[in-house]
């Protein structure tokens, strides 16, 4: 399917509720289960807009753009949402992907009227839309994710399609989830990575309700009419560029842009919301005090307890989303969640704060966002800003965040792993609606430490390689989880092929060995190899050479670089990495031992390395203190990253074996990276 039109298509959060009366040229269509309407006749609220005139094919886009047209009728009692584009195919390619109308709707709570399916060839236009070429598919997109949303997809497909032909399809959705009540909210693109000749978003208010607007990435304010009983909102634009794809965004940025509204005043309103919505939730469940005296009966503390409890929501309770109709965002009660044993993110955390709260501990649910993270506090105030829900709790005088959909979690507070969500929303307890910081605990943290220690056996005529690895936090549970789902053969030589890149005569000398010391949240990796024929020997000298993966591995630059968006740099964390070749006698190394150091706000970088007796050994450690690189950050950003890279991959050149004389000396350096004299 043609991605642009996914995208169209992705931008309308759909809310409301209720379903129009039918005109006399609508029919109703069953397929399967579902069904949908066809009604040639719009709906008498739309207005009319004309797409703009063709340009021709641009260089690298076959498909043409001329209107992408988002109308909405913004009352609760009879929310509709209405669809409009049109484009011109100028390729075969183009073609394959634009002939083929997709489109997706939640038959729980919406109704798919599609109105016209437009081809014109020439001076032609034929209206080519017949029910038998619809096709209503339950793809459930989300499955892999373990979320079932009940959404359905309509796949209208195009027949007798040619390369030149316009293609123009309209169709509108009746109905929105009423777990948003009567308060209204939505938004809409206004942006692409391809060129556009006209969009338009049309929003319909009834005139006794107030709404806030906001347009993200664009210099465009909206036209405000007095529509009869309604208030109209219109933004419209010409020939709007497409901004180049640049990748690598952080979670806080939007690249195109976008208009929203929202009838919420404040966060405060928003916490209102969601507050009434779970305390519609029947808490009582008959398993959860024995679960409770279960936990206290093996706690000493309100901590063992808390972390007992975790642990039962995060692994005794599955990952899956029934997120049919209202369960979109209304959790399932604790009695049905414990009785099938899953649940998804809003279930998993509501469960886990009423087992809190059966320990007496302060526990809530906060709303966070898990895509935008604290970007979303630059958005209006809506449930749109949010798409996950962890919990808050507070024990031994410390504020604590927890994530009951995480797995392979273990240790004390201290030592799980932390995802900086950055704010959040908390539902219920002393915040008042405020927007709350999202913040570790002190000593929490992510570590990955490695040493590698080489050693020359002469008599033998090989290197031997031992590794030993520490994993700490999201570290040591992304470990954690990757030996436990991996048959250890598969890992062994996932390893053994990454060490091989570099030693092509690398080889096994015993197999690899973990420790998971649970007690701490700590994972330890012990691997051991031996490389025959391991020197490069030119002109006399033999070279090695030696890369630090564990810090290039984390911290990178962006793909593009030359670029007008802010970029993701990589996970907040510490990283070290300990080098160390012992010769077995001196081959005379002469080292610039003068360590290179770099601070900025975004990274904390150091290393030194050092030669005496017959051994050499490299440290470096880096701590990323961002995730995020500003454009104007940038340009030193990628200076220190090409210095680090010279820094971490270099090469030992010697001679063995080695005589001893100051002329030879000088001869023997250690090039490549800041190691070069």
């Not at 007690?519 to 025959?532: A, C, G, T, W």
Request: charged share 25%.
């Amino acid at each position: 399917m043609n991605t642009f039109v996914r995208l169209a298509l992705f931008v309308c959060l759909i809310v409301g509720s209720s379903v129009a009366a039918s005109s006399d040229t609508e029919q109703k269509h069953q397929y399967g289960n579902h069904y949908f309407y066809t009604d040639a006749t719009l709906p008498d609220w739309v207005s009319a807009v004309k797409p703009s005139k063709s340009k021709g094919k641009k260089s690298g886009q076959g498909t043409e753009y001329l209107l992408v047209d988002n109308q909405l009728l913004a009352d609760a009692d009879n929310y509709q949402s209405f669809y409009r584009s049109s484009y011109i195919l100028h390729s075969s390619q183009a073609v394959a992907e634009g002939a083929e109308v997709e489109l997706s709707f939640n038959p729980a709570y919406q109704t798919l009227t599609m109105h016209s399916i437009s081809l014109r060839r020439g001076r032609e236009t034929l209206e080519v839309l017949q029910p038998n070429m619809v096709r209503l598919l339950q793809q459930e997109e989300d499955l892999q994710n373990g979320i079932y949303d009940g959404r359905v997809t309509a796949i209208a497909i195009v027949p007798n399609v040619r390369v030149g032909d316009r293609l123009t399809f309209s169709y509108t959705l009746t109905g929105r989830n009423p777990v948003f009540g009567e308060k209204i909210f939505d938004s809409f693109s206004m942006g692409w990575s391809v060129d556009v000749g006209r969009t338009q978003v049309r929003v319909l208010v009834p005139a006794e309700k107030r709404i806030t607007t906001k347009i993200h990435g664009l210099d465009l304010q909206p036209k405000i009419k007095k529509r009869g009983a309604y208030t109209e909102y219109v933004w419209s634009a010409k020939k709007v560029d497409g901004q180049f794809n640049e990748d690598d965004y952080p979670h806080a940025f939007v690249r195109y842009p976008w208009v929203e509204f929202t009838e919420y005043r404040d966060w405060s309103d928003v916490e209102s919301w969601a507050k009434e919505l779970y305390g519609s939730v029947e808490q009582a469940a008959t398993e959860l005090p024995k679960l409770a005296d279960a936990f206290a009966s093996k706690s000493d503390s309100d901590e063992d307890y808390l972390l007992a409890a975790l642990n039962f929501t995060q692994e005794d309770i599955r990952y899956l989303g029934m997120e049919l109709g209202q369960n979109s965002h209304l959790p399932h009660s604790p009695d049905e969640v414990l009785k099938n044993r899953y649940g998804d993110c809003k279930d998993k955390s509501n469960l886990l704060v009423q087992l809190l709260r059966a320990r007496g501990i302060s526990a809530y649910p906060a709303l966070v966002s898990s895509s935008y993270r604290e970007g979303f506090t630059a958005f209006l105030p809506s449930p749109a800003a949010f798409d996950h829900v962890i919990v808050m709790a507070r024990v031994n005088q410390q504020t604590v965040w927890l994530d009951p959909t995480k797995t392979y979690q273990t240790g004390g507070l201290q030592d799980l792993g932390f995802t900086p969500y950055g704010t959040a929303l908390v539902i219920g307890g002393d915040t008042e609606g405020s927007l709350v910081d999202v913040l570790s605990l002190k000593g929490q943290q992510s570590l990955s430490s490695v040493q590698e220690m080489f050693r020359w056996y002469a008599k033998k005529e090989r290197l031997e390689l031992s590794i030993s690895s520490e994993f700490r936090g999201n570290s040591a549970e992304y470990q954690r989880y990757s030996f436990d789902t991996t048959a250890l053969d598969d890992m062994q030589s996932n390893y053994l092929n990454y060490y091989a890149k570099m030693y092509p005569n690398i080889h096994f000398l015993k197999p690899i060995a973990i420790r998971d010391d649970k007690l701490q949240n700590r994972f330890f990796v012990e691997e051991h190899y031996y490389i025959d024929d391991p020197f490069k020997v030119e002109n006399g000298l033999h070279q090695l050479g030696f890369y630090a993966g564990t810090i290039a591995s984390h911290l990178r630059k962006p793909k593009h670089i030359r670029r007008e968006s802010p970029a993701y740099i990589g996970g907040v964390q510490n990283l070290q990495h300990s080098i160390v070749v012992d010769f077995g006698g001196d081959v005379g190394l002469d080292i610039d031992s003068t360590p290179y150091r770099y601070s900025s706000s975004l990274v904390d970088y150091q290393s030194h390395n050092d030669y005496f007796d017959g051994r050499y050994v490299f440290n470096v450690s880096a701590k990323i203190k961002s995730s995020t690189v500003s454009v104007a950050e940038l340009p030193e950003f990628l200076e220190f990253m090409d210095t680090m890279g010279d820094d971490l991959d270099f090469t030992l050149s010697f001679i063995y074996p080695y005589v001893g004389s100051d002329g030879k000396k000088q001869l023997l350096r250690s090039i490549g990276g800041m190691k070069n004299d």
